[in-house]
């Protein structure tokens, strides 16, 4: 038997130049945007909120509420620093 090869031809393109990566990327580079804007404003909503009840509440429930609005805060900015990482990541391959 002569002349029996096994060839493959793989034909790929980048994902960075498909409507998937570009797509994905744009979408990406958008939510962390608005993440950006959003996550302070839902923060310092919650934040009031858990401060009012804090006033209005007795002195057995004030440790609790002040424990909320510590958790309130750092996941206000653990949210926002979240998003511009991704968002510094993400703009690296543009």
Sequence with gaps: M??????????????ESSKIG???KQLISDL????????PIVGAVCIAYFLVRK???DEMDHKKWNT??????ISTVGAVLAAVIVNLV?????
Excluded: C, F
């Design 55 to 57: 006033g209005m509440s």
């Design 90 to 94: 993400v703009s690296y391959y543009q």
């Design 22 to 24: 570009t797509g994905t």
């Design 2 to 15: 002569r002349g029996l090869t096994n060839e493959v031809i793989i034909l790929a393109n980048k994902i």
């Design 32 to 39: 962390t945007k608005w993440l950006t804007i959003l996550a």
């Design 68 to 73: 909320r609005t510590t958790v309130a805060i």
